[in-house]
């Protein structure tokens, strides 16, 4: 069941929402090489403390930390460690917080120092992706239309959508109805509707779209060993068009 929020409820989430922005803009400026994932996940602590609010994805499920971080052939549920990043690698960030009961949730992958041409491309069709769906996301479209945008744009650049993780709705809890898949076919699925916020989450593949679990149970890899991006905005759908709640100010 889709849950549709009221005004006051979007502003609350409009709040978390921004936070989880400018933690991860934080975060960003700190990615470079020699930097471990685990530094960066203690400092996400650090700063959900100053902010008062509380990682939502910390003890999810029983994962342990407040930051998923997914290194090259990683492509989500990556987990901080104290493997120094190298010139070269892509990191993805995603990064969720819970304020006064409301979630954020949002994805960024960046480059750790000059990566290749191929992997700057890729980060560039993922996050061109992520934009391609947002339009979409508006009063009267359909759900098939925003999973198709993805998909259109990343396969129009030979890259692969992943199919076994979705994105999805949020709100009270991090992950509502409806699921979005970033792969699907225009004018099919439920029409969307003002007061519905969508956590739209393209995760992109520069091989093959087959991904394994790892033995650890939550990092997701890709099957080929290529290279995955991760982009992700919680969306609200309003009666003048999509607003990006965790746009980077
Ligand atoms: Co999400």
């Known amino acids: 069941m889709v849950i549709l929020k009221l005004p006051d409820e979007i502003e609350k989430l409009r709040i978390s929402n921004l936070i ?6 934080e975060l960003r400026e700190r990615v470079k090489p020699g930097v471990t994932t685990g530094e960066l ?97 508006r009063a009267g479209n359909r759900l098939g239309d925003v999973s198709a945008a993805v998909q259109e744009r990343v396969e129009a650049a030979g890259f692969s959508v992943v199919r076994d993780f979705v994105g999805h709705g949020i709100g009270r809890s991090l992950h509502e109805d409806p699921q979005i898949p970033n792969y699907g076919v225009r004018g099919r699925g439920i029409e969307l509707k003002p007061g519905m916020v969508l956590a739209i989450e393209p995760m992109v593949n520069e091989g093959s779209y087959e991904v394994r679990v790892l033995p650890d149970g939550w990092t997701v890899v890709t099957r080929d060993g290529k290279l995955s991006a991760h982009f992700e905005h919680s969306v609200a759908i309003t009666e003048n068009g999509p607003e990006i709640l965790s746009r980077i100010q």
């Open 41 to 137: 996940d203690g400092y996400c602590e650090e700063l959900c403390r100053n902010k008062r609010v509380k990682p939502a994805f910390k003890g999810y499920r029983g994962y342990p930390f407040a930051l998923c971080t997914s290194v090259n052939g990683e492509v989500v549920h990556g987990m901080p460690s104290e493997r120094p990043l190298v010139a070269g690698d892509i990191l993805s960030l995603d990064f969720g917080v819970n304020y006064k009961g409301f979630y954020g949730d949002a994805a960024i992958t960046v480059p750790v120092g000059v990566v290749s041409a191929e992997a700057m491309r890729l980060l560039a069709v993922t996050e061109a992706g992520l934009y391609d769906a947002i339009l979409q996301a």
């Open 20 to 25: 989880v922005a400018q933690i991860l803009s």
